[in-house]
Each structure stands twice: as C-alpha cells, then as structure tokens.
C-alpha cells in the first residue's frame, strides 16, 4: 500500500504517463463499471491514520452513512467501520451518486474531527474503490469478509466483539447458525490478494 510514495521521481512520473495513456485520471482509481448492482466499497483513512480512534467516531459515521445511503436510496447490505478504513456492500441504482455522498459525509467528519484533534488542515479521507459483485458466492464471500475484517487486523478475536459493524444485525434477524452456515459455505480464503477471485 502506498507504494507510490516509494518511487522515485522518474519512476512516478512513468507511473502518471502509463496510467493517462490508458486514459485512467492521473492518480485516481478508474471507476469503468457503471451499471446497476451490488459493490464491495472501501474508503480509507489517508495513509491509514487511525483518525476513527473512538467508537463515537466510528458510530457518528455510521449514522451519517444510513442517512445518506437511505436518503439517495441505497441499500446498505453490510458494513464495518474500523480505525483507519471502512467497508460496505451495497446496491446501488447509480455508482456515479457515490462522489457526491462520499464529499458531504467526509467533508463534515473531517472539518470536526481536524477541530477536535487541533489538527485543521490534516487530510483525514483517501478515494473510494468499488468492486462490482459477480455471483451469489461472492457476494457472501464479501459479507463474510466484511464481517471478519476486525478479527484479519487483529483488534478483536470474534467478530461478535467490533460493535461498529453489521455482524450484530444479523445475528439479530437470521441468528448465529446462519451466520456460522454462511462462513461454513463461502469462507474467506486467507485474506491475502484474490480472496474475491
């Protein structure tokens, strides 16, 4: 992860050539896919601060995600917001919305928290990436992912202990033998590159 910051000057300047002569934005991550679907979202913090260090932190996010989602009509099917990123498996009708909401929601959680850690001026957010979902097996794959992204960095040891994520809605409305079922059918292969292949 931000192996960019490790070149040198030459070396990121090819970088930015090759990635505008496949017509991709100088150091945004392409958004190709516009069509109609679930995605895997994944918003990080700016070179993995762990600026949502409190859980009123991450849960004032939360809030402000379901307000936003819901008021654009986006369903928000997983979630799990961490220390120094964020995931969510959502549908969306229209992934070009997703700018806009992002820069309402991250514009206001970082005026405040720059304000509450005397820290005006610090860039809190880094882009968005999506990934479209392909089947039935990827996307429970993704929301076991999801549920499990605590236990992968080591904060907690069960799932069931991060509050800030959507395992707790579904232990609520399928139970725990369908979340176990559901590890048990489409488990997360070793979290590593390609656990979605």
Not at 24 to 30: E, G, K, L, N, V
Not at 163 to 191: A, T
């Amino acid at each position: 992860m931000y192996e960019y910051h490790k070149l040198s000057h030459q070396q990121k300047l090819e970088l930015v050539q090759e990635r505008l002569k496949k017509g991709f934005p100088a150091h945004s991550p392409p958004h190709p896919i516009q069509i109609e679907g679930f995605y895997l979202l994944t918003i990080a913090c700016y070179q993995h601060q762990k600026i949502l260090n409190t859980s009123s932190r991450r849960q004032q996010l939360l809030n402000l995600l379901f307000e936003k989602f819901i008021h654009e009509g986006i369903e928000i099917r997983g979630w799990v917001i961490l220390v120094n990123h964020y995931h969510l498996l959502v549908y969306l009708p229209n992934l070009l919305i997703l700018s806009s909401i992002f820069k309402a929601i991250h514009g206001v959680t970082s005026y405040q928290w720059n304000l509450e850690d005397n820290q005006r001026g610090r860039k809190v957010w880094y882009r968005f990436s999506d990934r479209a979902i392909r089947s039935k097996r990827h996307y429970y794959t993704t929301l076991n992912y999801i549920h499990y992204n605590p236990v992968k960095h080591n904060y907690i040891n069960s799932p069931y202990d991060w509050l800030e994520s959507s395992v707790h809605w579904y232990l609520q409305e399928k139970g725990r033998d369908w979340l176990r079922d559901s590890w048990v059918k489409y488990p997360v292969k070793d979290y590593g590159k390609g656990w979605d292949d």
